[in-house]
């Protein structure tokens, strides 16, 4: 029997159950045992910063930084005071945060005469701390500390991290999680939040929207203030039921705090529209940073740009149609056999998955879990792309974070019918805990298992089979043809099998080398012209031959990926959905016609004839 994140079934169609196996072969780097050698490493090079000559600037600036940290928490707390909060626990926040950052300066100031001293010693701890239940708050406060920015564990820290240390930082929040007591800072580091000038702006975006909602001014037109007050009546009803098992979202000042970021981040910009859900992305945040309206602002606007950015807008229905698909195609990359089976008994995912994508599964997730699947989601952003160029892939995580959390859930899939597993995958009504952890354990060794370009949910150039990665402001391109380039694809590929990938990606270093291609034009075609190492089955052959085919020359060849390539897309799509039906894992489609992969594949990996060679030196 296979083993599927840690459960044992008969059935042998998820690929989740091998990742860990199949993801060594394809990067050393994929394995978890690797990638816990490199976190301690990793940890002790960046301790090591601070024996180089900048040092002493830097911790010139910390103090300076502290002290400044330290006078304006005195100031907030005595204007949180004047605002009519509770005394007693305003102070006590106060001195506790003033304590830790005091602490953490003197360690700064110790760390600076005896860093040569204790590197062997920080190793020695960094082995004993896994045993301690603390040990990634450990970890986390020693970056902070080598990252030169203590004053991050501030709620009113002006650091920001270079992409390095951000990326550094990411690594350790996916293989480690992030200590409840840090996750605040550590995401505002992570989406690049300024707490000044996040006041700033909630300040302005606040009067904007109490503006438009009064129009006392009478600067704005009334089918704005109408529909401002429609989004009022329209939070009333929503916020009273958003976690309503949570008591801390029930007592003050929450509910306030809640109605107020919302309303002012919705009347912030034109294009913005309140969808059902939205709320139950922002309490969470709310509560991550206790009730900081500005905080919360600037997180839930670095959250929707980052993974949603095409989802609270007016139309949003490509947006979601885009994911639901990408879901339908990534299952059936990952686990065929779960993929026929939902198929076979009329279960799609729009019939469960859309309130999981408007609220990246804050709707069905308590809220403890809920933060650690954002933590995994915003490490996995800033590791796999450029900085500035997160929200790439971004899009596609909570896509593959449902595909993985399907696989997981077989168990209880398949006995039930059209019916039963509507209604479970719409409320989960199972233990939950041990599960997402699981996911969570597998979903980075996924991710690098998936291509670019299928994780790429909303790219308009995908369609043509052009690399969007390259050059600087492709993704901001989005003109009317891009937008009817980005329908076109969900038409063409809505009734598809397998996911399409790039051929640019195809032809690159790792994926062409684990990667058995298969092409299934006409054998006369094949051998005027192929890809080396390709096989050719042609269209004709019958389906269950060619499937048996292709699982020997895989496993002979020990290939990863299967890749088909066809005249033209519709023909090679078609065999990729007769190996998907044969429960064949990791299957794709090259999303253009042979021809054109041809053109932008190198000389040397082509196989001519001696005469379509001499042709081609003709026409030159």
Same mark, same amino acid.
């Given at each position: 029997?296979?083993?599927?994140?840690?459960?044992?079934?008969?059935?042998?169609?998820?690929?989740?159950?091998?990742?860990?196996?199949?993801?060594?072969?394809?990067?050393?780097?994929?394995?978890?045992?690797?990638?816990?050698?490199?976190?301690?490493?990793?940890?002790?090079?960046?301790?090591?910063?601070?024996?180089?000559?900048?040092?002493?600037?830097?911790?010139?600036?910390?103090?300076?930084?502290?002290?400044?940290?330290?006078?304006?928490?005195?100031?907030?707390?005595?204007?949180?005071?004047?605002?009519?909060?509770?005394?007693?626990?305003?102070?006590?926040?106060?001195?506790?945060?003033?304590?830790?950052?005091?602490?953490?300066?003197?360690?700064?100031?110790?760390?600076?005469?005896?860093?040569?001293?204790?590197?062997?010693?920080?190793?020695?701890?960094?082995?004993?701390?896994?045993?301690?239940?603390?040990?990634?708050?450990?970890?986390?406060?020693?970056?902070?500390?080598?990252?030169?920015?203590?004053?991050?564990?501030?709620?009113?820290?002006?650091?920001?991290?270079?992409?390095?240390?951000?990326?550094?930082?990411?690594?350790?929040?996916?293989?480690?999680?992030?200590?409840?007591?840090?996750?605040?800072?550590?995401?505002?580091?992570?989406?690049?939040?300024?707490?000044?000038?996040?006041?700033?702006?909630?300040?302005?975006?606040?009067?904007?929207?109490?503006?438009?909602?009064?129009?006392?001014?009478?600067?704005?037109?009334?089918?704005?203030?109408?529909?401002?007050?429609?989004?009022?009546?329209?939070?009333?009803?929503?916020?009273?039921?958003?976690?309503?098992?949570?008591?801390?979202?029930?007592?003050?000042?929450?509910?306030?705090?809640?109605?107020?970021?919302?309303?002012?981040?919705?009347?912030?910009?034109?294009?913005?529209?309140?969808?059902?859900?939205?709320?139950?992305?922002?309490?969470?945040?709310?509560?991550?940073?206790?009730?900081?309206?500005?905080?919360?602002?600037?997180?839930?606007?670095?959250?929707?740009?980052?993974?949603?950015?095409?989802?609270?807008?007016?139309?949003?229905?490509?947006?979601?149609?885009?994911?639901?698909?990408?879901?339908?195609?990534?299952?059936?990359?990952?686990?065929?056999?779960?993929?026929?089976?939902?198929?076979?008994?009329?279960?799609?995912?729009?019939?469960?998955?859309?309130?999981?994508?408007?609220?990246?599964?804050?709707?069905?997730?308590?809220?403890?879990?809920?933060?650690?699947?954002?933590?995994?989601?915003?490490?996995?952003?800033?590791?796999?792309?450029?900085?500035?160029?997160?929200?790439?892939?971004?899009?596609?995580?909570?896509?593959?974070?449902?595909?993985?959390?399907?696989?997981?859930?077989?168990?209880?899939?398949?006995?039930?019918?059209?019916?039963?597993?509507?209604?479970?995958?719409?409320?989960?009504?199972?233990?939950?805990?041990?599960?997402?952890?699981? +996911?969570?354990?597998?979903?980075?060794?996924?991710?690098?298992?998936?291509?670019?370009?299928?994780?790429?949910?909303?790219?308009?150039?995908?369609?043509?089979?052009?690399?969007?990665?390259?050059?600087?402001?492709?993704?901001?391109?989005?003109?009317?043809?891009?937008?009817?380039?980005?329908?076109?694809?969900?038409?063409?590929?809505?009734?598809?099998?397998?996911?399409?990938?790039?051929?640019?990606?195809?032809?690159?270093?790792?994926?062409?080398?684990?990667?058995?291609?298969?092409? +299934?034009?006409?054998?006369?075609?094949?051998?005027?012209?192929?890809?080396?190492?390709?096989?050719?089955?042609?269209?004709?052959?019958?389906?269950?031959?060619?499937?048996?085919?292709?699982?020997?020359?895989?496993?002979?060849?020990?290939?990863?990926?299967?890749?088909?390539?066809?005249?033209?897309?519709?023909?090679?799509?078609?065999?990729?959905?007769?190996?998907?039906?044969?429960?064949?894992?990791? +299957?794709?489609?090259?999303?253009?016609?042979?021809?054109?992969?041809?053109?932008?594949?190198?000389?040397?990996?082509?196989?001519?004839?001696?005469?379509?060679?001499?042709?081609?030196?003709?026409?030159?």
């Amino acid at each position: 029997p296979m083993t599927c994140c840690g459960t044992a079934y008969p059935n042998n169609g998820s690929v989740v159950s091998s990742v860990s196996s199949e993801a060594a072969l394809f990067d050393d780097s994929l394995s978890n045992a690797s990638l816990a050698k490199r976190v301690p490493s990793s940890i002790h090079r960046v301790v090591s910063l601070q024996q180089n000559a900048s040092a002493v600037v830097l911790r010139k600036d910390i103090s300076v930084a502290v002290a400044r940290n330290a006078r304006d928490l005195k100031s907030t707390s005595k204007k949180t005071l004047t605002n009519g909060g509770d005394k007693a626990s305003a102070t006590a926040r106060s001195d506790l945060t003033t304590q830790s950052i005091n602490k953490e300066a003197s360690k700064n100031n110790n760390n600076s005469s005896n860093s040569t001293n204790n590197n062997n010693d920080d190793d020695d701890e960094n082995t004993n701390s896994k045993k301690d239940g603390n040990s990634a708050g450990v970890k986390f406060a020693r970056v902070f500390d080598a990252l030169s920015t203590p004053n991050a564990l501030s709620p009113l820290s002006t650091k920001r991290l270079d992409p390095k240390s951000k990326r550094l930082l990411a690594q350790i929040i996916i293989s480690e999680g992030s200590p409840p007591q840090l996750r605040g800072s550590i995401w505002s580091l992570l989406l690049s939040i300024s707490p000044c000038i996040a006041k700033w702006q909630y300040a302005g975006c606040t009067r904007r929207a109490q503006r438009v909602a009064t129009n006392k001014s009478k600067m704005h037109s009334q089918k704005e203030t109408k529909a401002a007050i429609q989004l009022l009546r329209q939070m009333a009803k929503d916020i009273p039921r958003c976690h309503a098992y949570h008591a801390r979202l029930k007592s003050k000042p929450y509910p306030e705090a809640l109605r107020n970021v919302l309303l002012a981040w919705t009347l912030a910009e034109r294009p913005r529209m309140y969808w059902q859900g939205l709320d139950s992305i922002c309490a969470p945040l709310l509560l991550l940073h206790k009730s900081n309206e500005a905080l919360t602002f600037a997180s839930l606007e670095g959250l929707i740009s980052t993974f949603l950015s095409d989802i609270f807008v007016l139309n949003n229905h490509l947006a979601l149609q885009e994911r639901l698909l990408g879901l339908q195609h990534i299952v059936s990359f990952l686990d065929p056999q779960l993929s026929n089976h939902l198929r076979d008994i009329g279960v799609t995912p729009n019939l469960y998955a859309i309130s999981w994508f408007l609220t990246l599964f804050a709707h069905v997730l308590p809220i403890d879990l809920v933060l650690e699947v954002w933590d995994v989601f915003l490490g996995l952003a800033h590791v796999s792309s450029p900085p500035g160029k997160e929200a790439r892939c971004a899009c596609g995580l909570p896509v593959l974070f449902a595909a993985v959390l399907l696989s997981r859930l077989r168990s209880y899939i398949f006995p039930e019918d059209f019916a039963g597993t509507t209604v479970f995958l719409s409320r989960l009504p199972c233990p939950l805990t041990k599960i997402v952890r699981d +996911v969570l354990h597998s979903l980075p060794l996924v991710f690098r298992l998936v291509p670019r370009s299928v994780l790429r949910l909303n790219d308009p150039l995908r369609s043509r089979g052009i690399d969007s990665g390259r050059g600087e402001g492709t993704e901001q391109e989005e003109e009317p043809t891009g937008m009817s380039s980005r329908a076109q694809f969900v038409e063409d590929t809505k009734y598809e099998r397998s996911p399409r990938i790039q051929p640019c990606e195809v032809l690159a270093g790792p994926m062409f080398d684990k990667s058995l291609i298969v092409d +299934v034009r006409s054998e006369k075609a094949f051998a005027s012209e192929h890809v080396l190492g390709s096989v050719n089955i042609p269209l004709t052959t019958d389906r269950g031959h060619a499937c048996r085919t292709v699982m020997a020359q895989r496993v002979q060849l020990g290939s990863l990926f299967v890749i088909v390539l066809g005249e033209d897309i519709e023909s090679a799509a078609i065999f990729s959905g007769a190996l998907v039906d044969q429960e064949v894992t990791m +299957v794709m489609t090259v999303g253009t016609s042979a021809k054109a992969m041809f053109e932008q594949a190198d000389s040397s990996i082509l196989v001519r004839s001696k005469r379509s060679s001499s042709m081609s030196k003709t026409t030159e």
